[in-house]
Nanobody
Framework: QAQLVESGGGLEQAGGSLKLSCAAS????????MGWFRQAPGKEREFVAA????????YYAGSVKGRFTISKDNAKNTMYLQMSSLKPEDTAVYYC?????????????????WGQGTLVTVSS
């Protein structure tokens, strides 16, 4: 059974950095596009970043562009999100997801596999 497990969340001060990981198991995700999404308290889940199966293409939400970097290590079946210059408004549960379509990851939440989420809290 395909599974994604996020880790690396926690409490960080504004201006600090955190690195999230998304470990895949039960299936080889090397041919899957993957993405990060987040849901802040009281808000709908929103897209954060996407990466193609090869890692050659990436796409970011405007709110995180220039501060967050998405990457993927197919040999380790793991995706990462390096978050820098964190702001209190980045506080959310962060989810990773995978799909065979990169386009679907960038513009849809109807994706094949989702993780359970990891909480990131940024204090001011």
């Amino acid at each position: 059974q395909a599974q994604l497990v996020e880790s690396g969340g926690g409490l960080e001060q504004a201006g600090g950095s955190l690195k999230l990981s998304c470990a895949a198991s039960g299936r080889t995700f090397s041919r899957y596009a993957m993405g990060w999404f987040r849901q802040a308290p009281g808000k709908e889940r929103e897209f954060v970043a996407a990466i193609s199966w090869s890692g050659g293409s990436t796409y970011y939400a405007g709110s995180v562009k220039g501060r967050f970097t998405i990457s993927k290590d197919n040999a380790k079946n793991t995706m990462y999100l390096q978050m820098s210059s964190l702001k209190p408004e980045d506080t959310a549960v962060y989810y990773c997801a995978a799909d065979r379509s990169y386009v679907r990851v960038t513009d849809s939440e109807n994706l094949e596999v989702w993780g359970q989420g990891t909480l990131v809290t940024v204090s001011s």
